[in-house]
Nanobody, 124 residues
Framework: QVQLVESGGGLVQAGGSLRLSCAASGRAFSSAGMGWFRQAPGKEREFVSA????????YYADAVKGRFTISRDNAKNTVNLQMNSLKPEDTAVYYCALGLSARSVRNGSGVDYWGKGTLVTVSS
C-alpha cells in the first residue's frame, strides 16, 4: 500500500513563498510519476504540476507557470513544490499524487494514489 504524506503548508502573505514536500512509501517511488493538485473552497480539484520518474520532464498549469517549481529526490522518496510569488488565488488544499507517469498524473485520471492534503492560505 502506498502512503503519501504532505507537509509544508501554512499561512503566508501575498508575494511570499512556501515549499511543500511529499514523502512516499510502499512502492518503487523512483519509477513513478508524481505531481501536485489543489482544491480551493467551492471549486473542483485542479492540476498544478507533475514530474517524471527521472525528474527530466515536468508539467505545470498555466496559472502557476513561472512561479512554482516541482522537483524530486528519489534517494529520499520525496517530491517538492517550491511556490514563489504566491497570490491569494493560490489558497487551496494541496494534494500529492502518484501515478504511472508524469503524463498520466497530469491527466488526473491516471493518478493511482493521493495524499490527504496540506492547506495553503495566502493572505492579501
Amino acid at each position: 500500500q502506498v502512503q503519501l504524506v504532505e507537509s509544508g503548508g501554512g499561512l503566508v502573505q501575498a508575494g511570499g513563498s512556501l515549499r511543500l514536500s511529499c514523502a512516499a512509501s510502499g512502492r518503487a517511488f523512483s519509477s513513478a510519476g508524481m505531481g501536485w493538485f489543489r482544491q480551493a473552497p467551492g471549486k473542483e480539484r485542479e492540476f498544478v504540476s507533475a514530474i517524471s520518474a527521472s525528474g527530466i520532464t515536468t508539467y505545470y498549469a498555466d496559472a502557476v507557470k513561472g512561479r512554482f517549481t516541482i522537483s524530486r529526490d528519489n534517494a529520499k522518496n520525496t517530491v517538492n513544490l517550491q511556490m514563489n510569488s504566491l497570490k491569494p488565488e493560490d489558497t487551496a488544499v494541496y494534494y500529492c499524487a502518484l501515478g504511472l507517469s508524469a503524463r498520466s498524473v497530469r491527466n488526473g485520471s491516471g493518478v493511482d494514489y493521493w495524499g490527504k492534503g496540506t492547506l495553503v492560505t495566502v493572505s492579501s
